[in-house]
């Protein structure tokens, strides 16, 4: 049997930053398990188009079957495959005033056609999946729980399972993999990595989507 | 093989009325699948002391090692076998200011022996299980969303596995099972009885669950 | 002495459409109080690009002082000046999978340089001043607490007063308006014409606010 | 003009430990603001029963008309008197299961009677005021903000005014004071004590509550 996949999305626009490396943190994690394969993609590197709620996804069926969005075709034309093919997924965005960055809820905003009112092959496409967060925030309660909140309601519009950081002693956070700048001893956009508990809650849901997926407590 | 025992747990103090009825709506529909059996019971029903934070339930073997909570001995005692039992879990709220009521969150609270932190044979009891929610509230938008995601959040801390109203069209509340009194129909304890809509996504939650529970999507 | 300005800033992408259309009886309510004028802003008239982390406005002064964003010169030029003149901000959003838009959080994320740490004279722009806010979903528990509270969430970090729905009986929604397109009686994009809740939580949101900018209980 | 009171409501079960110690702070610094006075009350000395839904607080005047809940007479009694004399209103819980303790959810569910609702001379007690939330949690991301938001909740409900951790730079939490045992550096029940951030955060909303109640920004 094939490896599953878990798909990583991180939504820095800061290259090998913080939230970029928690997200390495969780797939590291995550691919250590045997049975799993994990890819990492970077929302920046896409261009990505807000939904502008024409609705054409659910109103009438896609070109051939095969496009979940044709009133833009962009960056998510690649990202959509990967959402599909994938068992178990996790966000990973900076905390913006509390909440996703404007990039990752735009991509969000984005996959409405594989909702239940989606009308191309994509429809249901994430359903039943595992899903997972993970947010990076300046300050220490910066919104970081609000932002991993948002990213499970994303998940529970799309009827996936949710889980948080697993069974391990002082997770940092139980909801997800939260980070933070404070205490601050390193630079700003390297402060994640001497943030032991941010480290060690993004190994935790690295490695809790991957027994998910499959299908291990 | 036995059949897999759904726990729903009803927090309102009112017998008959607007939760109860929500809960045993999805009560129902988990009983319809097969290779599923459930158990109802209302917190009203039995006595239950809010933790007091001695942390016994963490600090020292409780006696014997069956018994997660030495400083109570109350009507928990007979709620923690169940809990102990189910794969998967139902709590219900009616909405206070918002939120769970106190005697859900005393229910609640006085797991903190079943936590990874316990030191009983209770310890992990509600691990890698299915959860869901459902929230009664006097309005339209009173709170039940931020009441499911409290039930969310404590399944969270338990290391649990979380879902939402499932795959169906306009579920009302993706998070869980939202019932309301607006537009009030009949007489306020009995509102959620004309409620479409909370009943719909009050079954779909205890269908997801049960799906969940026996690993289908 | 001259009267105190209401903004209000829709972020629906369709013209006259439920969220428009909330915010306008908002506005509306608000405009017959006393003392208060009100202008109403819609983010698609404007092309807002998506705050790209660089921290310019935080990290150095902005050319001449009078610009908080250096890096992008676009549609925001033209509302920074009225979310400085404002003494009530009420802000609205159709709900995206249980949260804002991400037009709306672009907007959001481009008023970095009116915190704290801006170096322009837009620092603390908001600070002080009164907040609330208005959801339009298309289930009926479909994210409008969340969205809410994530405008909420906004307005602490720029140190805003923030206030709900008022004194009136039965406002369906405490924390702001909330509307819904269930039960549907009309066109989807004319529900909320029809959704009398909603247009009441949305009229005393624009009182409310009145009244709290003139330091009226 | 006599000073004016700040109310402070302590919901730990612990005399002396985290949440009382982040409380006197903030009342502390409330209490260096001329024109301000302080009263900080411990839940833990009152017996307060949960509400059982009766609704007799709305339903019918209550003997005389000074009594908001003529169901259980016992230590909201006097706390009652005390919520009607404050101009704010500071409520500080530690966080169980991510959220409110079942101690301070039973204080606030017997406040049915100040609301809109109410028949008695509480009506509206608590209306216009201003309030602020303090959340200690064991993990550093264990709840802090989700429980702020649920002291908040329950202000909107009463139709308060709710203000953050104010305009100083790095609060560590913007929605109000959050404490954390982590990184853990003295015994538990004193990590508080060491707890710069939560001390800072906390000092802040007793300020910034003080400084709303007297009309200034």
């Known amino acids: 049997m094939s490896a599953k996949l878990i798909l990583g999305i991180s939504g820095s626009s800061r290259k090998g930053a913080n939230t970029d490396f928690l997200m390495a943190q969780a797939m590291a994690a995550a691919a250590e398990i045997k049975g799993i394969q994990t890819e990492l993609i970077h929302l920046r590197d896409y261009t990505i188009a807000p939904c502008n709620s024409c609705f054409a996804c659910c109103n009438e069926p896609a070109a051939g079957g095969d496009i979940p969005c044709i009133s833009f ?23 913006f005033f509390g909440n996703l960055t404007a990039q990752v809820k735009a991509f969000m905003d984005r996959t409405e ?17 595992i899903g ?5 925030g300046g300050n220490r309660h910066g919104g970081q729980e609000f932002t991993i ?9 799309h009827d996936m399972m949710v889980v948080g950081t697993g069974p391990d002693f002082t997770p940092g956070c139980y909801l997800g993999g939260a980070g933070t700048n404070y205490p601050q001893r390193g630079k ?3 402060a994640a ?8 809650a993004s190994r935790m849901i690295g490695r809790r989507v991957a027994e998910a997926v499959l299908g291990q407590k």
Do not use: N, W
């Not at 909140?149 to 519009?157: P, S």
């Open 73 to 95: 075709r962009d960056g998510m034309d690649e990202i959509y495959p990967k959402l599909k093919a994938c068992a178990g997924l996790i966000i990973g965005s900076p905390v």
């Open 188 to 190: 700003v956009r390297d």
């Open 149 to 157: 909140q948002a990213i499970h309601y994303y998940y529970f519009v």
């Open 113 to 129: 056609g594989l909702l239940r009112y989606g009308t191309s092959s994509y429809q249901y496409a994430l359903r039943g999946k």
């Open 193 to 200: 990595k001497v943030d032991d508990l941010g480290i060690k």
């Open 132 to 136: 997972a967060g993970i947010a990076m």
